[in-house]
């Protein structure tokens, strides 16, 4: 069993759906982190959290530090949205840990 | 300010042959992070270095696999006789401080580079 849980795998929805992933890790964490790979390119960094929740533009990230559980969220989805979701854990003994990600689709 | 600068992004070589892949980090970034990623597989750790020093290489393969970072140029992650079971995308992480990802840290990451082995 993976360090680091993602779900869905996979992910289609319309333009303007509201999306949620999840993380679930096992680990104890000091940080958690949210990455975007698009298709064929890097990896941008999205957030990085430690508790509680943060917001930019479209795009919200929540942490439950008990439930060992983090949320990204997309309001009002867009095909540019469209990519790779990565949750990556900083673990105690200063890991990195990653999820395998979740391909989202958004379609027009 | 330049992002992380990966080269090349696509590296095709038959098997035997040696890959060479670079990463120059951002600006002012010291520290050098290479993870590989498997086709449909999550970003696994490989190597941290800062200039001249390799400061853990837990996540490498013990053979033919090596990496560098010189005091001048940018890190090298060498791959010697690739079979094809090294095919993958390999991305470069760079970042200001020691051991990204607690908080405070932030890491920024190279397009990556895509080896094919043929």
């Known amino acids: 069993k993976n360090e680091v849980e993602q779900s869905p795998q996979n992910l289609t929805a319309q333009e303007g759906e509201f999306i949620t992933i999840n993380c679930s890790y096992s680990v104890g964490i000091s940080a958690l982190h949210w990455l975007q790979q698009h298709p064929g390119g890097g990896i941008v960094s999205l957030f990085m959290?430690?508790?509680g929740k943060k917001k930019h533009g479209r795009l919200i990230a929540t942490i439950n530090i008990q439930e060992k559980h983090s949320s990204l969220h997309i309001t009002a989805s867009h095909p540019r949205d469209s990519a790779v979701y990565i949750c990556?854990?900083?673990?105690?003994?200063?890991?990195?840990?990653f999820g395998a990600g979740t391909r989202l689709t958004v379609k027009p | 300010n330049a992002g992380v600068m990966q080269n090349p992004r696509h590296l095709v070589r038959r098997r035997g042959q040696e890959a060479r892949l670079r990463c120059s980090p951002m600006k002012g970034h010291s520290h050098v992070y290479w993870y590989r990623q498997l086709p449909e597989e999550g970003l696994k750790f490989m190597v941290y270095?800062?200039?001249?020093?390799?400061?853990?290489e837990s996540g490498m393969p013990k053979e033919r696999f090596s990496a560098e970072f010189p005091k001048e140029g940018p890190s090298i992650l060498r791959i010697q006789q690739v079979v094809r079971g090294d095919s993958a995308a390999y991305f470069c992480?760079?970042?200001?401080?020691?051991?990204?990802?607690?908080?405070?840290?932030?890491?920024?990451f190279g397009q990556g580079t895509r080896l094919t082995v043929v």
């Open positions: 959290l430690s508790s």
């Open positions: 990556a854990v900083k673990s105690w003994n200063n890991d990195m840990r």
């Open positions: 992480a760079s970042s200001p401080k020691l051991t990204w990802g607690g908080v405070g840290t932030e890491a920024f």
């Open positions: 270095l800062q200039k001249e020093n390799i400061i853990d």
